[in-house]
Nanobody, 126 residues
Framework: QVQLVESGGGLVQAGGSLRLSCVAS????????MGWFRQAPGKEREFVAA????????YYSDSVKGRFTISRDNAKNTVYLQMTSLKPEDTAVYYC???????????????????WGQGTQVTVSS
């Protein structure tokens, strides 16, 4: 059984920064692509960023491109989301997820991720 545990959320002023972490249990972390999604109250879950198993390929939504950076440390079974220049509209619960093995790689599609963390709240005040 795989468990994903996010941390690093909190309250920050607009323009500030936070770094989210997601630690995965279980073996073979390094062979899976990982992603970050977020969900604001009353809105659907939306794609934020994704990273392939090697860390050499990354993907971002247009809304965070240039401000957020996804990275991973396979030795620590951890994926990170560095968030800078935060805006009030970034306020949401942030989730990390593991991409389903064998699926054609479409990182923006939530249904193609098979394990999800419990989420960590990020609140950006204006």
């Amino acid at each position: 059984q795989v468990q994903l545990v996010e941390s690093g959320g909190g309250l920050v002023q607009a323009g500030g920064s936070l770094r989210l972490s997601c630690v995965a249990s279980g073996r073979s972390f390094s062979t899976y692509a990982m992603g970050w999604f977020r969900q604001a109250p009353g809105k659907e879950r939306e794609f934020v960023a994704a990273i392939k198993w090697s860390g050499t390929s990354t993907y971002y939504s247009d809304s965070v491109k240039g401000r957020f950076t996804i990275s991973r440390d396979n030795a620590k079974n951890t994926v990170y989301l560095q968030m800078t220049s935060l805006k009030p509209e970034d306020t949401a619960v942030y989730y990390c997820a593991r991409y389903r093995a064998g699926a054609y790689y479409t990182p923006t599609t939530p249904a193609l991720y098979d394990y999800w963390g419990q989420g960590t709240q990020v609140t950006v005040s204006s």
